[in-house]
């Protein structure tokens, strides 16, 4: 299973507001190394979405957020659209492993 | 822009090799490291390892290490990925993908790469 723990699903009615949280550990989130999500629609590559915890890309819409505190991290959305129907992960770095971690992903389902 | 291109999909027997390539443009090829994550049909992202093109130094992740190959040309600005020893388990998607300088969030990716492992 994956270092850092995501639901497995989250559902919203458009216009509604999401969360999805990702739990670490002390060895990442909790050791203080950033937290970054990626949005990955079907078949496709993953994209970045939010960058340091709490930072959008460039034409990332700001009805994406991120924050961070303690071992865990979540990412909302508000106003929700049919469009952001796809999969959310998280990403850190982990200092046991000496590597970077994942979360095993969140199914956003637009109802 | 940026762009990551990854080579096209692979079918290979188990106990055989591949090797995946991933050519950048758009950018100072040995600037940046490279990492590859891979992700099995339906489950999560899993990170493999990273090199670094200037050095040609790499880090593999413990899971991977003994039969993953990371290695660079950089007359071509290419980064290659061969994973040995293949099962069924490492039928997966292959991803190449661009860290910051600081190498800490993963921005581009490359399109992916099908490996199917079946005899």
């Known amino acids: 299973q994956s270092v850092l723990t995501q639901p497995p699903s989250v559902s919203g009615a458009p216009g509604q507001r999401v969360t999805f949280s990702c739990t670490g550990n002390?060895?990442?989130?909790?050791?203080?190394?950033?937290v970054h999500w990626y949005l990955q629609l079907p078949a496709t590559a993953p994209k970045l979405l939010i960058y340091a915890n709490n930072n959008r890309p460039s034409g990332v819409p700001d009805r994406f957020s991120g924050s961070r505190s303690g071992t865990s991290a979540s990412l909302a959305i508000t106003g929700l659209q049919a469009e952001d129907e796809a999969d959310y992960y998280c990403q850190s770095y982990d200092s046991s492993l000496s590597g970077w971690v994942f979360g095993g992903g969140t199914k956003l389902t637009v109802l | 822009q940026v762009q990551l291109v990854q080579s096209g999909a692979e079918v290979k027997k188990p106990g055989a090799a591949v090797k995946v390539s991933c050519k950048a443009s758009?950018?100072?090829?040995?600037?940046?490291?490279m990492v590859w994550v891979r992700q099995a049909p339906g489950l999560g992202l899993e990170w493999m390892g990273i090199?670094?093109?200037?050095?040609?130094?790499?880090n593999y992740a413990q899971k991977f290490q003994g039969r993953v190959i990371m290695t660079r040309d950089t007359s071509t600005n290419t980064v290659y990925m061969e994973l040995s020893s293949l099962r069924s388990q490492d039928t997966a998607v292959y991803y190449c993908?661009?860290?910051?300088?600081?190498?800490?969030?993963?921005?581009?990716w490359g399109q992916g790469t099908l490996v199917t492992v079946s005899s």
């Open positions: 090199i670094n093109p200037s050095a040609g130094t790499t």
């Open positions: 993908a661009r860290p910051t300088a600081t190498n800490n969030w993963f921005d581009p």
């Open positions: 002390s060895s990442n989130i909790g050791a203080g190394f950033d």
């Open positions: 758009g950018y100072n090829f040995t600037s940046y490291h």
